[in-house]
């Protein structure tokens, strides 16, 4: 039993030791134009700005700009990224109605962080959307393994760990 006891304690201490703090992830910080905003003209740009640098690269980043029937106005291409701001050029909206921004981006420690924000447009505009044929990651947020897979994880090392400890206590002379 007194061995069961110090393996136990010297699993869960090699798990505590061992564990690594939690990376922060980027978090949205202000936007431009601002969440459940009203506008009489929509946004040329649309920026986004984060607590930390956003990485870059072609095809990682992602804003949209979506009307209620799923047109896009967000010009194609990657945005930009200088530091911690991220912006994309938008096409003239169209009709009056609640606009969606959806973004995806790659935060700092390496973990891509989506949102959503939404904004209204009180008077017509000019602009007509354009449909996007493939899925936009913007769109369908996928921020990796969920938190009960680590869990799952490390108490399956644990286990083991305390089995293999009890087993291998030797023999008695």
Known sequence: MKRALIACLIAGAAVLVTAAPAAAHNALIS???????????????????FDQDVQGGQGINTISVVDANGGHY??????????????????????????????????????????????????????????????????????GLPIWVWIAGAVVLLGGGVFFALRGGGTKA
């Open 31 to 49: 936007s431009d134009p601002k969440d459940k905003t009203s506008l009489e003209v929509g946004p040329s740009t649309v920026t986004l700005t």
């Open 74 to 143: 967000e010009i194609a291409g990657d945005p930009t990224i200088k530091d911690n701001a991220v912006s994309t050029q938008v096409a003239a909206l169209g009709k009056a109605g609640q606009y969606k921004i959806g973004y995806r981006i790659l935060s700092a420690d390496g973990h891509p962080v989506s949102g959503e924000l939404t904004f209204t447009l009180t008077k017509d505009g000019t602009g007509t959307p354009r449909q996007v044929a493939t899925d936009n990651p913007a769109d369908k947020p996928n921020d």
